[in-house]
């Protein structure tokens, strides 16, 4: 991402728990962007709050969103109006000796800037890219969009600007007194699998299963940087 050295300390700097903001780790920044896969935009429509979950992929500095031509919050957004973006994971319950000092391992990330409507070749590589970064190997399978599903899909590049990234990795955080208790304290981590495929009720027989899905078939769900 972009240099956030001259970012707006209100809109980037941590009110509490500073120590878990590391706003220089880019390489960590992506991963949690290509891992969290949904963002959820927020902008101000006649002067109200609106935020809408879309599926996003990184690509270099920029972000990638594609939906509807009729979508309305799309449209507006490729009018270039301010745009922020929150995305987060939760990667483990974190089990303390007391319900208070329970908490989660997460890591979660606030993006600032606008986006551009994308047309022509930069438009079809654009949706090359997030086909890429969603489903991993499956571009090379399928046919290339027609004509009339170019026309019905809009393609926003999300230019960002500014960021900031927060993790949490910490342990059970107990006052003495709990420790010397009997309750089990740890961290319960929380991964997710690609589990078995399931076949579409109108799929001929005889098709095998697509090398793409077989590759993904009970692994961990992670993504490969777009291209």
Same mark, same amino acid.
């Given at each position: 991402?972009?240099?956030?050295?001259?970012?707006?300390?209100?809109? @980037?700097?941590?009110?509490?728990?500073?120590?878990?903001?590391? $706003?220089?780790?880019?390489?960590?920044?992506?991963?949690?962007?290509?891992?969290?896969?949904? *963002?959820?935009?927020?902008?101000?429509?006649?002067?109200?709050?609106?935020?809408? /979950?879309?599926?996003?992929?990184?690509?270099?500095?920029?972000?990638?969103?594609? *939906?509807?031509?009729? $979508?309305?919050?799309?449209?507006?957004?490729?009018?270039?109006?301010?745009?922020?973006?929150?995305?987060?994971? &939760?990667? +483990?319950?974190?089990?303390?000796? =007391?319900?208070?000092? =329970? $908490?989660?391992?997460?890591? $979660?990330?606030?993006?600032?800037?606008?986006?551009?409507?994308?047309?022509?070749?930069?438009? @079809?590589?654009?949706?090359?890219?997030? @086909?890429? +970064?969603?489903? /991993?190997?499956?571009?090379?399978? &399928?046919?290339?969009?027609?004509?009339?599903?170019?026309?019905?899909?809009? &393609?926003?590049?999300?230019? &960002?600007?500014?960021?900031?990234?927060?993790? =949490?990795?910490?342990?059970?955080?107990?006052?003495?007194?709990?420790?010397? *208790?009997?309750?089990?304290? *740890?961290?319960?981590?929380?991964?997710?699998?690609?589990?078995?495929?399931? /076949?579409?009720?109108?799929?001929?027989? +005889?098709?095998?299963?697509?090398?793409?899905?077989?590759?993904?078939? +009970?692994?961990?769900? @992670?993504?490969?940087?777009?291209?």
């Amino acid at each position: 991402m972009r240099d956030n050295g001259g970012m707006s300390p209100n809109r @980037t700097t941590p009110a509490r728990m500073p120590d878990r903001v590391n $706003s220089d780790d880019r390489d960590a920044l992506e991963k949690l962007l290509r891992d969290a896969v949904v *963002g959820h935009f927020g902008f101000v429509e006649e002067n109200r709050p609106v935020v809408m /979950p879309i599926a996003f992929v990184p690509d270099g500095d920029d972000l990638l969103l594609h *939906g509807s031509t009729g $979508s309305w919050w799309l449209r507006r957004l490729a009018t270039g109006i301010p745009v922020t973006v929150s995305v987060a994971t &939760v990667d +483990g319950l974190v089990l303390a000796r =007391s319900a208070f000092e =329970s $908490s989660m391992r997460y890591r $979660s990330a606030v993006l600032f800037g606008a986006c551009s409507r994308l047309d022509g070749d930069d438009k @079809t590589a654009a949706l090359d890219l997030v @086909t890429a +970064g969603l489903l /991993p190997g499956r571009l090379p399978e &399928v046919r290339a969009n027609s004509r009339k599903e170019l026309a019905a899909t809009l &393609v926003l590049r999300m230019h &960002v600007d500014e960021w900031t990234y927060k993790v =949490s990795t910490q342990w059970p955080d107990d006052p003495d007194e709990d420790v010397a *208790g009997d309750a089990w304290a *740890g961290v319960l981590p929380i991964v997710t699998t690609y589990g078995e495929p399931l /076949p579409a009720p109108d799929l001929r027989e +005889g098709i095998p299963l697509a090398p793409s899905v077989e590759r993904l078939r +009970g692994t961990l769900r @992670t993504f490969p940087l777009a291209g």
